[in-house]
């Protein structure tokens, strides 16, 4: 093994154009890839930047119909036809450069776990948009195309690599694409910690999964502004909850940062610091649980230099430092 840790973006994410207007911006990748790019010499032997790929149809298919894959699918195709940007609902846009993007952005995904289940890395970071947790099995939203997140989940179960996944997501919003993917699934357990009420409306405490997967959904919805020591202590207190029923053989985070105080989106108070506490935790529980195996995928995040502090807080803790 190199290097405990990899660093993964794809070169068509910044390409993704939904408009200086939108929060969701060209640039907000940018300068998370600075941020981190000036922090990588400092880590090296322990973090290494690795190779993106593209996702094809068949991986999308794990987790979405084909009428959504098809209805992107076109609207990037107009996009591109045109020379403008089309929306798929009143937040989520497609530019020319977006299907690149989204298949850029999936298969880097799975090309991280990859990496992971071969040895090459242990943990990894994967800094590319558009981002996935809200993208249902039939319905792009919230800037969501496609759910990335989900896809690795099911690549890694289809591939023989994992039979139960957790997913943590500590995005300040629900994940509720996540969340349908596996709502009646006792194979990959859901956790989420956001603000509520707030978009996307799901996630509340009573949502918890349906037929074979109830109890293996878990919500904590926060109010706006709640103090980050409780913010921490419901987190830690949530992931033993998961772990007294559920025990994972992978474990994926949908790392948002918009959970960060002063996030445009966003009305919870985290800094970086509550990040290097989370991700610790979540190393943790993989040393102990399966095989030191996480996979951190970046999902929301809307203050460009706040985000790129706390991916590199996110990305040192995963490399152990
Ligand atoms: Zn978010």
């Known amino acids: 093994m190199s290097a405990k840790t990899g660093f993964l973006l794809h070169p068509a994410s910044p390409l993704h154009d939904t408009g200086w207007g939108h929060p969701e911006h060209q640039g907000r990748l940018r300068a998370l890839a600075s941020t981190v790019g000036e922090d990588l010499p400092t880590l090296r032997g322990h ?8 996702a094809d149809r068949g991986h999308l298919a794990l987790v979405h119909s084909e009428a959504h894959i098809g209805r992107v699918a076109e609207a990037c195709r107009v996009a591109e036809e045109s020379g403008r940007i089309v929306a798929l609902d009143p937040d989520t846009k497609v530019s020319s450069a977006s299907w690149e993007a ?19 890395i242990q943990t990894g970071f994967v800094a590319t948009r558009p981002p996935g947790h809200h993208a249902t099995p039939d319905r792009a939203m919230g800037f969501c195309l496609f759910n990335n997140i989900a896809i690795v989940a099911r690549r890694l ?42 978009y996307p409306g799901s996630g509340a405490a009573n949502e918890s999964g349906t037929g074979r997967g109830v109890g293996f959904t878990l919500n904590v919805p926060l109010p706006a502004a709640t103090p ?19 025990a994972p053989d992978f474990i994926l985070v949908s790392s948002g940062f918009d959970a960060m105080a002063g996030d445009p989106l966003g009305g919870l108070l985290l800094e970086p610091e509550d990040f ?3 991700t610790r935790r979540v190393v943790d529980v993989a040393a102990q649980r399966c095989g030191g195996r996480v996979l951190a995928l ?19 803790a995963l490399a152990g430092l």
Not at 47 to 54: A, I, M, P, S, T
Not at 102 to 120: L, R
Not at 162 to 178: C, K, M, P, Q, S
Not at 236 to 244: M, T
């Open 47 to 54: 973090v290494e930047q690795l190779e993106g790929q593209v």
């Open 102 to 120: 989204a298949v850029g952005s999936v298969g880097t995904a799975i090309a991280a776990a990859e990496a992971i289940v071969t040895g090459v």
């Open 157 to 198: 179960q289809e591939r023989g690599h994992a039979e139960r996944v957790l997913i943590v997501d500590w995005d300040v919003h629900h994940g509720n694409g996540t969340q349908d993917a596996f709502y009646d699934d006792a194979s990959v357990f859901f956790l989420s910690l956001h603000q509520w009420p707030h």
């Open 228 to 246: 980050r020591a409780e913010y921490i202590g419901r987190f830690h207190a949530a992931l033993d909850e998961a772990l007294d029923h559920f």
């Open 276 to 278: 290097t506490e989370m």
């Open 298 to 316: 970046l999902e929301g995040g809307y203050d460009p230099p706040r985000v790129g502090q706390a991916a590199v807080a996110v990305i040192r």
